[in-house]
């Protein structure tokens, strides 16, 4: 197996905050590393320093291939859609171009080994590019990228870095801003992906489905740990497991040293003085520091009672988009309500209409005078990004209080894992998973009773979304989520709103049956196009005229002629048909995710003869037909 990454040693520091202190990764061709680790260990630090976007301060990266990439913040090149997807293909065009000079220039091994390379990616790249734009909802091609917005460059971004067939495909969260549905796409794509993927991503479904090698980032260095996510949860407790009982022994084997120490005056003997250089060594040592758990409690300790909020008859809609159509809701303590649907079906709509920030076309909203309500939005607003980490966190003051509690902004930051550093730092510069961390340490103040939160899982890391899930199912208030990470409503959600593909807003138990619901609608509408297209098929083709027989009548039909006779329009109608079924299996694009170089070619192979067999089984019917 190649080896297509090796980066060893890699050392990297911002001023004097040093971020990466020796980490190591490698990715052979096949394998699939999920990088995981706390916001700020570094992970997307690695990945900028792998592509070459930042420089190393120490360490070497060796990469032997192409790369796909993936990044937070990603460039396009061109000015329109259009432009940025067919710079994504370029690679083809030239090993287009290059087989053909080696073949004008009759240099038959070049050509050979060329024309083998597009046998297996395929000789047309058109409708790969039209698939993969189709299936991430990328937007028109003429549309300029200067007006995308963030999730649709993300979008397109992704879907350059699918195409571009590379070698090493590097992904930073590529499911931010994806519905579930591309979601499942993208998981299945990547399990059938032949080169080497390095992933970070905060979908536990997706990690667990795709990644082969688990790579944690912990302070400053990366653990391997080899399997799926689940094998890593288990290796990683057992290894913290043993950190525990070492430093348990080194802690008391320090203790003893010190208590010698501190009876007896330092002596001038070797014994003496080699204990006491031991004593130094052990103070010297570095003790494994698991830092403070992440704490979020969210409990708003409000009175019970009826409904917290109600809507009634909710009409709402954008030109000659209707999004919300009679929709009713009520809502009360315990309910944990998940939104799912597609991307611009109207979820952040209808979150809007139940904060109060929009008005429905129609319809009445009822709150009760008990409604203390949080949002947690999209884009993580509602702070200024001028102002300090701790004056945000205590609004001003130097203490807040949790509960009835009076604690220290400075303590309770360091709930959320923020350092004393940190608290000095703008908003603006902290990074989103951090955003996300003071949020929540603003909604726990807040002591709300109905929590609005849309996409809350994006940039936490998978242990603080951990925490965050536990909090929320213990909460109790009400909840309605808006998110695409399928993980999240499972162990959350105690109810989904599914935005239904014909425009209707249908509450199910959970998301599986949300999932079994639409599953059963597609097929049910599969089965009525099937139905309705059955009787506008073209008939079988009509024989054509005998030819007149040449020298009278000639040879009659044997019994064995009259049988192949008689059998041969089905069986040309049935040729027909797999040939129809072949050709539309090539023109789908999962086909060449699913099949391997080898399959495929045979496939095409196969379509290829099917035409000049069906023209003999046509010349022998004519034949025959002319004999009977």
């Known amino acids: 197996m190649r080896r297509v990454l090796t980066a060893t040693g890699i050392e990297k520091a911002y001023g004097d905050r040093s971020i990466l202190r020796g980490a190591d990764l490698t990715a052979d061709e096949g394998e699939r590393v999920g990088l995981v680790g706390i916001n700020g260990s570094g992970k997307s630090t690695l990945l900028r320093l792998l592509v070459g976007e930042e420089g190393v301060d120490h360490g070497k990266v060796d990469i032997h291939g192409s790369i796909g990439w993936l990044g937070q913040n990603p460039e396009l ?6 432009d940025a997807l067919d710079a994504a293909i370029a690679w083809h065009r030239q090993l287009v171009d290059d087989f053909e000079r080696a073949s ?32 991430l909802g990328v937007v028109d091609r003429s549309a300029p990228i200067a007006r995308l917005s963030g999730g649709e460059r993300r979008r397109l971004a992704l879907a350059r870095a699918l195409l571009g067939a590379p070698e090493l495909l590097i ?53 391997s740990y080899p399997g799926s996510y689940a094998d890593y949860l288990i290796a990683r407790a057992e290894r913290q497991a043993r950190q525990a009982a070492d430093q348990q022994r080194h802690l008391a084997l320090l203790a003893r040293e010190a208590a010698w120490a501190s009876r007896s005056p330092a002596a001038r003997t070797t014994k003496q003085r080699a204990r006491l250089k031991r004593l130094d060594d052990l103070r010297d040592r570095e003790i494994v520091r698991t830092g403070k758990a992440l704490e979020l409690d969210l409990h708003s300790g409000a009175r019970k009672g009826g409904p917290l909020l109600e809507l009634h008859g909710v009409r709402h809609g954008y030109g000659d988009r209707t999004l919300l159509d009679g ?55 509602g702070m200024d990004p001028d102002a300090l ?128 619901a639409l599953a059963a609608q597609r097929a049910a509408a599969a089965a009525e196009a099937e139905e309705a297209a059955a009787p506008a098929r073209a008939p079988a083709p009509a024989a054509p005229a005998p030819a ?31 040939l129809e079924a072949l050709n539309a299996r090539l023109a789908d694009p999962r086909t060449y995710r699913e099949l391997d170089r080898e399959a495929l070619a045979a496939l095409t192979e196969e379509a290829t003869a099917m035409g000049p067999a069906i023209e003999a089984l046509y010349e022998r019917w004519t034949a025959l037909e002319a004999r009977s």
């Open 548 to 578: 007149p027989p040449r020298g009278g009548m000639g040879k009659r039909l044997s019994s064995r002629e009259k049988r192949e006779l008689a059998e041969l329009p089905a069986k040309i109608e049935a040729e027909e048909e797999r």
């Open 389 to 516: 980490v701790f004056d945000v966190a205590g609004d001003g003051n130097d203490h807040v209080f949790v509960g009835d509690s009076p604690v220290h902004v400075a303590s309770f930051l360091e709930r959320f894992q923020f350092t004393r550093e940190s608290h000095t730092q703008r908003v603006g510069t902290l990074s989103g998973g951090e955003r996300a961390r003071l949020l929540l340490a603003r909604l726990i103040l807040h002591g709300a009773n109905l929590l609005l939160l849309d996409e809350p899982t994006n940039d936490l890391d998978l242990f603080t979304l951990r925490v965050l899930e536990e909090a929320l199912v213990e909460f109790d208030g009400a909840l309605v989520v808006i998110t695409h990470d399928r993980a999240f409503l499972d162990r959350v959600c105690n109810a989904v709103l599914s935005f239904e593909p014909d425009g209707r807003i249908v509450r199910y138990a959970d998301r599986s049956q949300a999932r079994a």
């Open 104 to 135: 004008a220039a009759h240099d038959v091994a070049t050509a050979a080994r060329l024309q083998n390379r597009l046998d297996q990616v395929g000789w047309k790249q058109g409708h790969k590019v039209a698939a993969m734009a189709d299936k």
């Open 171 to 223: 992904l930073d969260e590529p499911t931010n801003h994806l519905d579930a549905d591309t979601i499942e796409w993208l998981e299945s794509w990547l399990q059938g992906y032949r080169g080497a993927l390095v992933l970070v991503t905060h979908d536990r479904y997706l990690l667990e489905a795709v990644a082969t090698r688990i790579v944690e980032v912990e302070r400053g260095v990366t653990v």
């Open 327 to 381: 929709l009713g809701l009520v809502l009360q303590a315990g309910d944990r309500v998940g939104i799912m649907g597609p991307n611009g079906a109207g979820k952040s709509t209808l979150l809007s209409i139940i904060s109060g920030s929009l008005t429905p076309d129609q319809g009445d909203r009822h709150v009760a005078s008990r409604l203390n309500l949080a949002i947690m939005d999209q884009h993580r607003t």
């Open 77 to 82: 090149p061109g000015e329109t859609v259009g």
